[in-house]
């Protein structure tokens, strides 16, 4: 065996043992993890030779050695094998999901549940941005003898609605009024168009009824514009606090990060199709130095795709954790897919 093709089969070993023990790993342990015969001696020197190139590292004089960023960057990208996720995880999975699956919302909440549940690490679910979505549907509902509900369907499954009061009496018959001229008028329309001044000139089109549906309209002015954000998921947060990584200072940072959802959704928008890892100083954020973040997407449509992500500790299992992300992934985009009808 050449030598570059054994100290890759060493670094695999060390990073596969320190991902199962946390602990320095020696070189008699990796001698026995290793497919082929070498001395302890030969371990030795190839690990000396792995440390000097920066991929692994001696916390402590006496200690073994543990990986270091680039260590793990290099067996993610070159040495580390597929897990395919037994059936029964397989059923678990599908199961657990399809018992959501009555709204895009349902879906992504319950997919982001379960993988903060199966992984122990924080998980994120992204919903498709809305900028690029159009209106499908509008739909109103009356909850009261002066007040209404506005329900807006767009083409990416995102359901938003806004409760509007009117100074009149709310009848069935206005109700269908409502529901024929917001749908002859604004389906099929991008909801980034439903600005201020679109809504003035619509309001401007119903003639004297424009004198009675000023709330209505507004109502379905903000529930576009809710449409147009990405909604998001976070759970598990609390699983971030018993991972020893975290000081207590560091955990508050993290917190922080998490609850801006916009910048979060930036740090994980990846072009990849497959799962993309990024660990610590990758993030280039201070506040998630001692974290991985690995991130997939799910894809219902060519227009109606979005985000799944898990935040834990830089020492995870990955082959494991990432099989289960993106099965959730796919599991998530066929089911959109089916409710969506697309």
Do not use: W
């Not at 999901?97 to 909440?109: D, F, V």
């Not at 709310?170 to 389906?187: C, G, H, R, S, Y």
């Not at 168009?193 to 089109?205: E, R």
């Amino acid at each position: 065996m050449e030598p570059t093709a054994r100290k890759m089969k060493i670094l695999e070993a060390v990073v596969e043992a320190y991902i199962q023990n946390g602990e320095p790993v020696g070189s008699k342990t990796v001698c026995e993890m290793l497919d082929f015969s070498v001395s302890s001696a030969t371990v030795r020197n190839d690990m000396a030779e792995i440390t000097s190139l920066g991929l692994i590292e001696q916390p402590h004089t006496s200690s073994g050695r543990v990986p270091t960023e680039l260590g793990y960057r290099v067996y993610i990208d070159k040495l580390m094998r597929p897990v395919e996720l037994e059936q029964r995880e397989k059923n678990f999975i599908s199961d657990t999901l399809y018992m959501s699956a009555n709204t895009p919302e349902e879906i992504l909440e319950a997919s982001a549940d379960l993988l903060s549940n199966i992984t122990g690490c924080a998980a994120v679910a992204a919903s498709p941005t809305g900028e690029s979505s159009v209106i499908r549907h509008v739909k109103f509902v009356q909850t009261g003898n002066y007040t209404a509900l506005v329900v807006i369907i767009t083409s990416t499954g995102s359901v938003k609605t806004k409760l509007f009061r009117c100074d009149f009496l709310i009848t069935p018959q206005l109700i269908e009024t409502f529901d024929n001229v917001m749908n002859e008028k604004l389906a099929n329309m991008p909801v980034t168009a439903l600005t201020p001044a679109f809504m003035q000139t619509t309001a401007v089109s119903l003639g004297e009824m424009s004198m009675i549906v000023s709330n209505m309209l507004l109502a379905v002015h903000d529930a576009a514009k809710d449409a147009a954000s990405t909604g998001i998921f976070i759970k598990g947060q609390s699983n971030l606090f018993t991972m020893p990584e975290l000081a207590s200072a560091d955990g508050k940072k993290v917190m922080e990060m998490l609850g801006r959802s916009s910048e979060l959704t930036r740090m994980l928008s990846t072009k990849s199709n497959r799962a993309d890892v990024l660990i610590g100083s990758e993030m280039r954020n201070p506040a998630f130095a001692n974290l991985s973040f690995i991130v997939s997407h799910y894809r219902a449509s060519d227009e109606c795709s979005g985000i799944l992500a898990l935040i834990g500790p830089i020492r995870m299992n990955y082959p494991k954790i990432i099989s289960k992300l993106e099965y959730i992934a796919e599991t998530v985009g066929v089911l959109l897919s089916e409710i969506l009808d697309f």
